[in-house]
């Protein structure tokens, strides 16, 4: 089986009354199915751009793309609308698509019990914690059963310790549900616990720089503690190294 998305040469170029600004510069990648991968770079790189080209928010100026799967789109914040129970929002994707068959309302429930928010799906937004309400978000996309989900910086709403715990929860749904992910994330220790591979991007233009595959003795274990794994800290420093943060 050939990869599920698949990047080759892409560049991308932002066209404005002051010239031309280069964005992503001969880019190229490959995730295979069932893959988690995550992508650091330095700030203002470029990361968000990639996801915005796989979800075909932007076109490239260049290069040629393949994305094997419909893509599901989770964001930094959970964008919830408050004045719909959890329920609801967690079936608003569905409801867009005209998916609302009972099957569909089924499988959501079905989601809602297995991650801990059936007692509250006729609560509102407001009444949860912003880790409870991360996890209606995942589930919100999940409900339209994506191929690929694309995950946005999804944790960097939160304070540390929830961001910890929800990583944890999030990147444990999402190894269970068998999905492929693509997360951009600022947070090296976050990319090396979740990720098969991260890929180290350049400054803008970005491109790609390195990739790290991850290797670690503690294995089919929840996130949180693969940092506890001895390797941990030499890919973290390795990361750290190429990322050339004091640029």
């Not at 609308?81 to 994707?93: F, M, V």
């Not at 928010?117 to 994506?146: C, N, Y």
């Not at 990739?211 to 794994?229: D, G, K, M, V, Y």
Request: proline share 6%.
């Amino acid at each position: 089986m050939g990869p599920i998305v698949s990047l080759q040469d892409i560049s991308l170029r932002y066209h404005s009354i002051n010239g031309e600004t280069p964005a992503v510069s001969h880019l190229s990648l490959s995730v295979d199915p069932g893959e988690f991968i995550s992508i650091v770079g330095p700030s203002g790189c470029g990361k968000s751009t990639i996801l915005s080209i796989l979800a075909g928010q932007l076109a490239p100026s260049e290069g040629t793309m393949e994305v094997n799967g419909n893509i599901g789109y989770m964001l930094q914040k959970d964008h919830l609308l408050h004045w719909r129970n959890i329920r609801s929002n967690a079936l608003l994707g569905l409801e867009i698509q005209k998916k609302l068959t009972p099957e569909n309302i089924e499988y959501v429930e079905s989601l809602l019990k297995q991650y801990g928010l059936a007692d509250f799906k006729e609560h509102f937004p407001w009444q949860l914690s912003g880790g409870m309400r991360q996890r209606v978000a995942l589930i919100r996309t999940l409900a339209v059963k994506p191929d690929i989900l694309l995950l946005d910086e999804p944790f960097s709403a939160l304070d540390y310790q929830t961001r910890l715990s929800v990583s944890d929860e999030i990147g444990s749904i999402i190894r269970q549900e068998k999905k492929t992910a693509i997360l951009v994330t600022h947070d090296i220790s976050e990319a090396i616990s979740l990720a098969d591979r991260v890929i180290v991007l350049t400054k803008r233009p970005a491109t790609v720089k390195k990739i790290f595959p991850i290797c670690l003795s503690i294995t089919n274990h929840p996130p949180i503690q693969a940092r506890e794994a001895p390797e941990f800290k030499d890919y973290f420093n390795a990361i750290w190294k190429e990322l050339d943060v004091h640029v």
